[in-house]
């Protein structure tokens, strides 16, 4: 079946340090999404990627895109404490036309102060 | 801000019984969902609901499973006999556009807890 695969499921960083998790697809997706999901709280939509090659950023997060719309990436710079959270990838796969989005595991990012 | 709202937060119960969450999606969205996480895992997609039909399941979604938009505003789960391994947190989410077309507004979440 449909796959996304995220790695790595858990990154400590220092405050200050950077941080990058990346999301991986068995089949070409239409689209990405990704979420941030705080400690006890629900997902909360960061971005949506379309196009192949895509780069956005919002402040410190970058979000990529791949070229054969197999992958994506989130960098963030300079971490803050702020930061924590599990951030989950989400891909809509070509051929669905009900709109699920398949979620990546999640990587949950501690920030030490 | 709009938002998606779930109820309960929390629900108990015991093995065998049926359980009922309920969620009210944003008022103007059109597409509806389903989602569960198990403690510390995935987000798992559930069920997909438009225009009063379900349009896609997942394996998961099996016929312990129904849902329901009883009344234009709450758009309800329903677990027939629950099992011990149904016990997750429950989020129901809506979109305006088609999922991948624009955003998934989630609700806090339902915690079932199977004894």
């Known amino acids: 079946g449909q796959q996304v695969m995220q790695i790595p499921q858990y990154q400590h960083v220092q405050e200050g340090e950077d941080f990058t998790t990346y999301c991986n697809s068995s089949?070409?997706?239409?689209?990405i999404q990704w979420y941030k999901q705080r400690p006890g709280g629900h997902p909360v939509f960061l971005i949506q990627l379309v196009k192949s090659g895509e780069v956005k950023k919002q402040k410190r997060l970058t979000f990529q895109f791949g070229e054969a719309k197999k992958n994506s990436s989130l960098h963030i710079t300079a971490t803050q404490t702020t930061d924590v959270g599990t951030y989950f990838c989400a891909g809509r796969v070509s051929s669905s036309n009900t709109g699920k989005l398949i979620f990546g595991q999640g990587t949950t990012l501690q920030v030490k102060p | 801000e709009p938002e998606v709202t779930q109820t309960p937060s929390h629900q108990v119960t015991q093995m065998g019984q049926e359980v009922i969450l309920r969620c009210v999606p944003i008022?103007?969205?059109?597409?509806f969902y389903w989602y569960r996480q198990i403690l510390g895992q995935k987000v798992e997609f559930l069920v997909s609901f438009y225009n009063n039909e379900i349009s896609e399941k997942s394996e998961i979604f099996d016929d312990q499973f129904s849902v329901e938009r009883p009344d234009g505003s709450n758009f309800t789960l329903k677990i027939r006999s629950t099992k011990l391994e149904d016990s997750a947190m429950y989020f129901c989410a809506s979109s305006e556009l088609l999922a991948g077309s624009g955003e998934l507004f989630f609700g806090e979440g339902s915690r079932l807890t199977v004894l």
């Open positions: 008022s103007n969205h059109l597409y």
């Open positions: 089949t070409t997706l239409s689209n």
